[in-house]
């Protein structure tokens, strides 16, 4: 049971290029979220999923992009990138809603130059 | 839109002892959840533990426990036996029915050997 896995761990991106970070869970979880974590800093909600086929913006969504095909995969896109991306990125995914434990990938630290 | 504040950036304590984070949010609400999460050096996000309002006792893991004052709106974090392990930082969390989880600013715990 691997819970939630993010790859990559590590990238660098020129401004302007795009990439998508990939977020998988394996706990048959109806809810995943993107969050984004700028140093010495909190947890800002990017998007989420509700279920497959179902996703909505959280309080960060600008630049980013989302889609949810299947219950296991929700990835973020990258359009344009920007310096302002530069931050470390979150999965998570919980059984049911928000009430539940949320479950954290490791992270990607995305730096933009 | 819910806040929670954590009034301590940082805190430390000695290996061992007992030490109290503390958190307060605003709400108007009577049935919500409350949650503190503990990010290690590692980056991983773990819950520690969750606390439903409408229960009045408080929740306990292990060496963790809460003391959770409805009426003062206040959620503070007891780690008992301190660990070298706990060192982390640690962010509190709210929720209520439709809204998003609502995190902290966070408090970086330092175990002093």
């Known amino acids: 049971n691997a819970g939630v896995t993010q790859t990559p761990k590590f990238r660098i991106l020129k401004i302007g290029q795009s990439m998508t970070l990939q977020c998988t869970q394996d706990m048959n979880h109806n809810y995943m979220y993107w969050y984004r974590q700028d140093p010495g800093m909190g947890l800002k909600l990017i998007y989420y999923s509700v279920g497959a086929g179902i996703t909505d913006k959280g309080e960060v969504p600008n630049g980013y992009n989302v889609s949810r095909s299947t219950t296991e995969d929700f990835p973020l896109r990258l359009e344009l990138a920007a310096p302002s991306q530069t931050s470390v990125y979150f999965c998570?995914?919980?059984?049911?809603?928000?009430?539940?434990?949320?479950?954290f990938g490791p992270g990607t630290r995305l730096t933009v130059t | 839109a819910q806040t929670v504040t954590q009034s301590q950036p940082e805190m430390s304590v000695q290996e061992a002892e007992t030490v109290t984070l503390s958190c307060t949010y605003d709400?108007?609400?009577?049935?919500?959840?409350l949650f503190w999460y503990k990010q290690p050096p590692s980056r991983q996000m773990i819950l520690v533990i969750r606390q439903e309002a409408y229960k009045q006792q408080n929740a306990t893991e292990n060496r963790f426990s809460v003391n959770f004052q409805k009426a003062a709106k206040s959620f503070s974090l007891k780690i008992s036996d301190s660990q070298l392990g706990d060192a982390a930082m640690y962010f509190c969390?709210?929720?209520?029915?439709?809204?998003?989880?609502?995190f902290g600013t966070g408090t970086r715990l330092t175990i002093i050997p």
């Open positions: 998570a995914s919980s059984y049911d809603s928000w009430a539940y434990e949320q479950y």
């Open positions: 969390a709210y929720y209520f029915g439709n809204e998003k989880l609502t």
């Open positions: 709400t108007s609400e009577s049935d919500y959840y």
